[in-house]
């Protein structure tokens, strides 16, 4: 399974961003999918996951800013990302728990990750 990310880059304190991610492979079935961000000196953290059944979760530093969805018929999850502060500034990861067809284990795949820059 591979995961493409795309829509980071560099944007001004207040600005937007919207981030994307598609699942491809030989997949067949996606339960959770979500975005991680790692900041310079610190550890990866969770910014929002969604489940297939769309139950969504937020880190509280995002809540009321930014706005996860996914198409479960194209294996994509995006981020909206409004109000951006400098300190959202970090390498985004997609994640996605997926079954492969002939497998039966749920494995955590990752994208290779997409900067997002805010500047103040």
Known sequence: VQLQASGGGL???GGSLRLSCEASGNIFV???MGWYRQAPGKQRELVADISRGGRINYADSV????IISRDNAKNTVSLQMNSLKPED???YYCNADALVRGSSTMT???GLGT???VSS
């Open 30 to 32: 996606i339960s959770g």
């Open 63 to 66: 809540k009321g800013r930014f």
């Open 89 to 91: 500034t970090a390498v």
């Open 115 to 117: 900067q997002v820059t």
């Open 11 to 13: 944007v001004q304190a």
């Open 108 to 110: 955590d795949y990752w």
